[in-house]
């Protein structure tokens, strides 16, 4: 289940985005929450525990419940369309009827809710091989609707595709101004919720903070 800090948070944050959709202009620092700063992130990532991912047993799916009600009508996914969205427009069931979007990873603009994916920036197979096969339930559902942390961004389908399951040492964002929040974000998720990293992908972390942060 969320919390209840969190579920109020959201309904905050759907109420304010609704009565008054910022500019295009605002919305890379709309698309996550409140990140963590590139000093932060580099003492994130020492500490970071440095293992060999494990898939036994092999990561499912279903073990993370998606997506959880935050509030009325209101999903995960539909909450993160509203947040990372301009002038967007529910309907009495929270469904979008209109709205822009431009997913950040590519720098695509979108006039349609469908053509979007909700990515976990943090994907759950590499949540899973990385420590989340140690969790409960409750907190695997809970990392899969995660809100308050960076996690969660509404992106194109193909872009989603083609990241799939990559972590950072095999996959980042083709837009270079994204990187550097790409993974800010991803250190502040993995940091947060006690996962572990590989050699190569810590190297990839690093690497990305000197040249892109």
Known sequence: MVAFSSILAVSTLIAS???APLR??????RALPVGITVETARS???????DTPSNSPAYK???????DTISGHCNTRKVVLIRDGTNVVTDDNCAIVSGSWV???DDISITSARGLDIDHLVPLKEAWISGARNWTPDRREQFANE?????????THAINEAKGDKNPANWLPPVDSYKC?????????????GLTVDSNEQ??????LDNYC
């Open 44 to 50: 994130y990532l020492s500490q970071l525990t440095v």
């Open 147 to 155: 809100l308050t942390q960076p996690q969660l961004v509404a992106v």
């Open 103 to 105: 997913s950040p990873y």
């Open 203 to 208: 190297a990839a972390l690093g690497s990305t």
């Open 17 to 19: 985005t609704l009565a």
């Open 181 to 193: 929040t790409y993974v800010l974000a991803w250190i502040q998720v993995k940091y947060n919720y």
């Open 24 to 29: 295009s202009s605002e919305l890379d620092r």
């Open 61 to 67: 799916r279903s073990y993370f419940k998606l997506w």
